[in-house]
């Protein structure tokens, strides 16, 4: 069965940061694409950031850019997000996931390829 497991979350006030954790099981990360994507209350789920473990290229949103910093190992089935400055627009329940498709210009709406964990919630007070 393929599961990932999210963690790292927290509630952490504006301008501070958290280190998102990922691991796998079931199948390998470099398989895949992988990518976290977020969802905050009323919103629909946004592709955030990916990596392309073909070539450790990485891309991100443009709302995160300069903040947030992708990284992990394939090998591990392991996947990061550091995300600093940490802003009130950035709260959000965070997942990880392998990615199915991607345009690195549009890369919010990044498509997964089809499941999902259980998530780790961040939340930022301003």
């Known amino acids: 069965k393929r599961q990932v497991v999210e963690s790292g979350g927290g509630l952490v006030q504006a301008g501070g940061s958290l280190r998102l954790s990922c691991t796998g099981s079931?199948?390998?990360?470099?398989?895949?694409?992988m990518g976290w994507f977020r969802q905050a209350p009323g919103k629909e789920r946004e592709g955030v950031s990916c990596?392309?473990?073909?070539?450790?290229?990485?891309y991100y949103v443009d709302s995160v850019k300069g903040r947030f910093t992708i990284s992990g190992d394939s090998g591990k089935n392991t996947l990061y997000l550091q995300m600093d400055n940490l802003k009130p627009e950035d709260t959000a329940m965070y997942y990880c996931?392998?990615?199915?498709?991607?345009?690195?210009?549009?890369?919010?709406?990044?498509?997964?390829?089809?499941?999902w964990g259980q998530g780790t919630q961040v939340t930022v007070s301003s």
């Open positions: 996931a392998p990615v199915a498709a991607y345009n690195e210009d549009e890369l919010s709406r990044m498509i997964s390829a089809g499941f």
């Open positions: 079931g199948f390998r990360f470099d398989d895949y694409t």
């Open positions: 990596i392309d473990w073909r070539d450790d290229r990485t």
